[in-house]
Nanobody, 125 residues
Framework: VQLQACGGGAVQAGGSRRLSCSAS????????VAWFRQAAGKEREFVSA????????YYSDSVKGRFTISRDNDKKTVYLQMNSLQLEDTAVYYC???????????????????WGQGTQVTVAS
């Protein structure tokens, strides 16, 4: 599967932004799709994931209550709605996918074998 992330840009602190991750290929419903982010000089970290099939969602503690992940299997697209953005949310955001990923590994980047190109989100004060 090929992934394309878009929707990044500059936003003021407290504002909102929606990222999209569009997939090509078949059986999209069989893939857990996640968002990771990487700030300058830091490791890539898990943000959120939506499980294959039933669509169970997962969030890191740093974004819980502010970000919402959702998927539209007909459109083969996963969305990340980001609200109440903070300066520390500034990063390049990547979407990633893995088929039939076990629940224990949704936040572990090495288990994702398909990655999008990343989209920059910059939060300014």
């Amino acid at each position: 599967v090929q992934l394309q992330a878009c929707g990044g840009g500059a936003v003021q602190a407290g504002g909102s932004r929606r990222l999209s991750c569009s997939a090509s290929g078949r059986q999209f419903i069989n893939y857990t799709v996640a968002w990771f982010r990487q700030a300058a000089g830091k490791e890539r970290e898990f943000v959120s994931a939506v499980k294959y099939g039933v669509g169970t969602t997962y969030y890191s503690d740093s974004v819980k209550g502010r970000f919402t992940i959702s998927r539209d299997n007909d459109k083969k697209t996963v969305y990340l709605q980001m609200n109440s953005l903070q300066l520390e949310d500034t990063a390049v955001y990547y979407c990633a996918a893995a088929s039939f990923l076990h629940d224990d590994y949704y936040s572990v980047k090495r288990y994702y074998n398909f990655w999008g190109q990343g989209t920059q989100v910059t939060v300014a004060s």
